[in-house]
Structure formats: structure tokens, C-alpha cells
């Protein structure tokens, strides 16, 4: 059931010599923190060791992994005052039960303070969860970079109608997450594509967003899919306020409440 996975960064806004380093950083920062993308901002500014700003998010980051009352995968903290101020969102993928969001994004914590140990903004991408955080305010706005692509790099048998089965039920999806409440903006489900194959995919927002912004997100995500994964048989696409995922086989915990109906399949 393991894919063969190739990755890499979809977008940069910097130059493509920075965008170079951060490819190269993720590719090393894969090889110590598996199944995770991880990426240091270096142009928005560092801290330095035991600063306020360390201790504002080391504290942060312990508030927010040691949270029990949140039940719906979705945290949203800022600790500290004025230019020492972090703030953070933490998301786990829609099925992810709370203890096990929790969990994930501990880890997360710990990999990505590791691998990012001064950069004052940052994020890590990870199969089950995402942790980011910044010195400015992060709620609420829709952020497209920096962003990832993983593939499994089997190609579907009849791409064309793969393609149309695939983008039928992102559709679906995309319209059932986006109009998900301030808690959750997530959705998941499957279809069958040619030759009995079931597709099954997942797409999710930070739910802070509006539904306009949920869907734009998602749509640019999706649209991205044949640039960076045509034909595949699965993918990921990732972005600081939505993320993406299909597979040929199911990758995520059913039955799920938020589960559209059966998507037709053209
Ligand atoms: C953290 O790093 C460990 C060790 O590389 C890895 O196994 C784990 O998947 C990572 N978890 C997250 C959430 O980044
Ligand atoms: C965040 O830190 C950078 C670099 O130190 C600084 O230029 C910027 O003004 C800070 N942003 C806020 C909102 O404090
Ligand atoms: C922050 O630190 C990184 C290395 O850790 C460095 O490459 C970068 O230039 C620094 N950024 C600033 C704004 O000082
Ligand atoms: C998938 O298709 C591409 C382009 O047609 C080809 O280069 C690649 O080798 C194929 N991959 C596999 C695993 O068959
Ligand atoms: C945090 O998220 C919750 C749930 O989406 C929302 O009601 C709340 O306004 C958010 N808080 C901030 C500071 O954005
Ligand atoms: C698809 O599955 C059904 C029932 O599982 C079977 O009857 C049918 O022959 C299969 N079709 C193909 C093309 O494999
Ligand atoms: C998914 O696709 C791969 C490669 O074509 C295939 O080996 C595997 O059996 C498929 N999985 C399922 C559940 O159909």
C-alpha cells in the first residue's frame, strides 16, 4: 500500500535562486524528519536563542499540543505581546481522531523547531497534520506558499477518463468543504473511475477561512494537479490554508460524517 512518492515545491514568490535552496532544504529536511516538508522562512526575520520571542513560542507551542478541549482538529493560538507576539495554527486532516491530532502535531512541534531553530515563521506539512507559525497575524487569511506536491508515480491506465473522474469528484468535494462552519472545512470520498478502480480523495481548509476563500484555495490546488502530478495515480498538494489528496486506495478513516453522498461517476 506504500506509494513510491516523488516530491517537490510547487511555488516560490522568491527568486528561483532562494527557491533552489528550499528545494534542497526540503529534500534534507525530509531525510530527518520522514514523511514531513518543512520550510524555514529566512526572509521574515530570526530569533535567537532564549529571546523572548524563543521562550513566546516554545510556550505557544506547549499550550497548543497540550489542549484538550479542542475536538475538531483546528488550533488557532497567539501568545505574547507586541513585537514578541507568535502566533500559530495547527490542522489535523478532518478524520483525525484528538488524541491522535494531538500527537501529530506534537511531533510536529518538536521537528519543526528542530529543523527551523531560528526562523521566526515556518511550517511543516505532514500526512495527518500541519503546524505553522509566524510573528504576524495568520488567521483568517488565505496563503498559498509556500507550498508542496508529493505523487505516487504509477500512471493511471486511461488518463482521460481518469482525469474527468478525478476532477468530478474534486468538485464535489471542494463544495462540501468549503461550505463546512468555523470548525471544520473538510470533506472525503470516493468514486469509481474505469476498470472497477475507486478513487478516493480528501480536501480540507484551514476552517478560519471564508467559503469564498476555502473554495479559491482548493480550486488553485486542484489546478495545480496537472502540472505537477498529471495522470498518477495519486497525489497531494499542500498549502499553508488548504491541501489536497487522492489515492487509488482509501488513505483516510471511514465512514467519516463529513462524507459527501456517493459522487456520480460521469
Ligand atoms: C517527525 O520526525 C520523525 C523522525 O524523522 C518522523 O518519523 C515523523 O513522521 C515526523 N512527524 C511529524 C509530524 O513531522
Ligand atoms: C516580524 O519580525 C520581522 C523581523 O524581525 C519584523 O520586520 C516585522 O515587523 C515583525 N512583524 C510584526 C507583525 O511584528
Ligand atoms: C536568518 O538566518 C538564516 C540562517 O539561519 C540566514 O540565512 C538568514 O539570512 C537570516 N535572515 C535574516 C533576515 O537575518
Ligand atoms: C508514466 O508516464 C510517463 C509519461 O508518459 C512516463 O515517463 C513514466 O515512465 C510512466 N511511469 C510509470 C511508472 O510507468
Ligand atoms: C480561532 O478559530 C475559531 C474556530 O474557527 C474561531 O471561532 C475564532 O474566531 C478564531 N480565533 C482567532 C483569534 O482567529
Ligand atoms: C467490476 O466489479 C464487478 C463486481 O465486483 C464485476 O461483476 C465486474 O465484472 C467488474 N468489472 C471489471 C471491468 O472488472
Ligand atoms: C493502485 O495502483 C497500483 C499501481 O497501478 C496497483 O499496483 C495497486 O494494486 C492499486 N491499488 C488498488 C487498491 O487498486
Redesign the pocket.
Known amino acids: 500500500m506504500i506509494p513510491t512518492i516523488m516530491a517537490g515545491v510547487v511555488s516560490c514568490k522568491q527568486n528561483s535562486f532562494v527557491c533552489g535552496l528550499l528545494f534542497l532544504f526540503m529534500i534534507t529536511s525530509q531525510a530527518?524528519?520522514?514523511?514531513?516538508f518543512v520550510s524555514c522562512d529566512n526572509n521574515k526575520g530570526n530569533y535567537t536563542a532564549d529571546s523572548t520571542y524563543h521562550t513566546n513560542l516554545n510556550t505557544l507551542l506547549s499550550t497548543l499540543t497540550s489542549n484538550t478541549q479542542i475536538d475538531y482538529g483546528f488550533y488557532n493560538f497567539s501568545y505574547g505581546q507586541n513585537s514578541d507576539k507568535v502566533n500559530a495554527i495547527g490542522l489535523c486532516r478532518g478524520d483525525v481522531e484528538p488524541d491522535e491530532c494531538r500527537s501529530?502535531?506534537n511531533?510536529?512541534r518538536?521537528?519543526?523547531t528542530q529543523l527551523c531553530p531560528n526562523q521566526k515563521e515556518a511550517i511543516?506539512y505532514?500526512e495527518?497534520?500541519m503546524l505553522r507559525y509566524s510573528n504576524r497575524s495568520i488567521f483568517g487569511l488565505l496563503e498559498i506558499n509556500p507550498s508542496y506536491y508529493m505523487f505516487n508515480i504509477n500512471n493511471a491506465t486511461d488518463v482521460y477518463r481518469f482525469n474527468q473522474v478525478l476532477s468530478n469528484l474534486m468538485r464535489i468535494l471542494t463544495g462540501v468543504a468549503a461550505s463546512g462552519d468555523s470548525r471544520r472545512k473538510y470533506a472525503a470520498g470516493n468514486t469509481v473511475a474505469s476498470n472497477n478502480q475507486t478513487i478516493y480523495g480528501a480536501v480540507q481548509c484551514t476552517p478560519d477561512l471564508t467559503q469564498q476563500d476555502c473554495y479559491l484555495c482548493l480550486v488553485g490546488a486542484i489546478a495545480e494537479i496537472p502540472t505537477c502530478c498529471g495522470g498518477k495515480i495519486g497525489a497531494r498538494v499542500g498549502r499553508p490554508s488548504c491541501n489536497i489528496r487522492y489515492e487509488n486506495y482509501s488513505f483516510y478513516q471511514e465512514p467519516t460524517v463529513y462524507a459527501p453522498a456517493p459522487a456520480p461517476s460521469l
Do not use: F, G, I, P
Request: hydrophobic residues 30%.
Open positions: 530527518s524528519a520522514q514523511n514531513s501529530c502535531l511531533d510536529a518538536h521537528n519543526l511543516l505532514h495527518k497534520c
